[in-house]
């Protein structure tokens, strides 16, 4: 089901090749908003904080506009770093000036995964969290310490010790469901899947059945920001709970 909805344009910066085929799927699903992709610089694929601090490094970014714009995507109305590990690695001080110098680069509203996942739980008045990470420990506590900064507790922390994204992107859509269940707290608002490596468009009203409360994942928050910052956050069906209402005035700084 589509609905109409102003006609925006949201650039998305992707990281290396996994689960890019999520956005167009998304942007067939939304039925208006564009959602033009371009893949940023990965010179290493691994979930280590070294080369994470070096895939959202602000040149990188600044030349992820630079590709929108040669790309033909036309004048964007925001733009999101779609990448969570890449942004919460530098912590919540570093990850806001992370958006900020995106945001001065693109000259519009900019934001990134991790504070797509801070928003999208203000949005649902969501405070108490479990996690299922496809990352390593070492990063998975690092996402932990930044939903802690922005008063979001996390009950269970399932961390999957995967790599590298291109495999992340491998794994089928039961398997997805199966780990979002497994990761669950029985006082958990909201379950959190925080990799964009993983495929979840296509299973975002089946997730939120299969766990029995409302599972936000990382493509999806980051699209949802993008539509909120750009002023077209109306009510979509078929993209899980956090679509079906649009955001309750502005939240988040990022």
Same mark, same amino acid.
């Given at each position: 089901?589509?609905?109409?909805?102003?006609?925006?344009?949201?650039?998305?910066?992707?990281?290396?090749?996994?689960?890019?085929?999520?956005?167009?799927?998304?942007?067939?699903?939304?039925?208006?908003?564009?959602?033009?992709?371009?893949?940023?610089?990965?010179?290493?694929?691994?979930?280590?904080?070294?080369?994470?601090?070096?895939?959202?490094?602000?040149?990188v970014l600044a030349e992820g506009?630079?590709?929108?714009?040669?790309?033909?995507?036309?004048?964007?109305?925001?733009?999101?770093w779609a990448c969570t590990s890449?942004?919460?690695?530098?912590?919540?001080?570093?990850?806001?000036?992370?958006?900020?110098?995106?945001?001065?680069?693109?000259?519009?509203?900019?934001?990134?995964?991790?504070?797509?996942?801070?928003?999208?739980? @203000?949005?649902?008045? +969501? *405070?108490?969290?479990? /996690? $299922?990470?496809?990352? =390593?420990?070492? !990063?998975? &506590?690092?996402?932990? %310490?930044?939903?802690?900064?922005?008063?979001?507790?996390?009950?269970?922390?399932? @961390?999957?010790?995967? +790599? *590298?994204?291109?495999? /992340? $992107?491998?794994?089928? =859509?039961?398997? !997805?469901? &199966?780990?979002?269940? %497994?990761?669950?707290?029985?006082?958990?608002?909201?379950?959190?899947?925080?990799?964009?490596?993983?495929?979840?468009?296509?299973?975002?009203?089946?997730?939120?059945?299969?766990?029995?409360?409302?599972?936000?994942?990382?493509?999806?928050?980051?699209?949802?920001?993008?539509?909120?910052?750009?002023?077209?956050?109306?009510?979509?069906?078929?993209?899980?709970?956090?679509?079906?209402?649009?955001?309750?005035?502005?939240?988040?700084?990022?």
């Amino acid at each position: 089901m589509t609905v109409d909805t102003p006609a925006v344009t949201i650039g998305i910066l992707y990281p290396g090749f996994s689960a890019e085929d999520d956005y167009p799927r998304a942007e067939s699903l939304l039925g208006g908003p564009r959602l033009p992709l371009v893949h940023t610089e990965m010179r290493e694929d691994a979930h280590r904080v070294d080369a994470l601090l070096d895939i959202g490094g602000d040149d990188v970014l600044a030349e992820g506009v630079e590709a929108l714009a040669r790309n033909g995507a036309g004048p964007l109305d925001a733009v999101v770093w779609a990448c969570t590990s890449g942004s919460f690695v530098f912590g919540r001080e570093g990850a806001a000036a992370q958006v900020a110098a995106l945001q001065a680069v693109a000259g519009v509203p900019a934001s990134s995964t991790s504070f797509a996942f801070v928003d999208a739980c @203000a949005s649902l008045g +969501v *405070t108490r969290v479990a /996690v $299922g990470a496809t990352y =390593p420990d070492d !990063v998975a &506590e690092r996402f932990v %310490a930044f939903l802690a900064a922005a008063g979001i507790e996390v009950l269970a922390l399932s @961390a999957r010790g995967i +790599v *590298t994204a291109a495999e /992340v $992107g491998t794994l089928p =859509p039961a398997a !997805v469901q &199966e780990f979002a269940a %497994a990761a669950d707290h029985a006082q958990a608002q909201a379950v959190l899947l925080p990799d964009t490596a993983l495929h979840t468009i296509g299973l975002l009203d089946a997730l939120d059945a299969r766990v029995g409360k409302p599972v936000l994942t990382a493509n999806q928050v980051s699209i949802w920001q993008g539509l909120r910052l750009a002023g077209a956050d109306v009510a979509r069906a078929g993209l899980g709970s956090l679509f079906a209402h649009p955001a309750l005035g502005p939240i988040g700084r990022a």
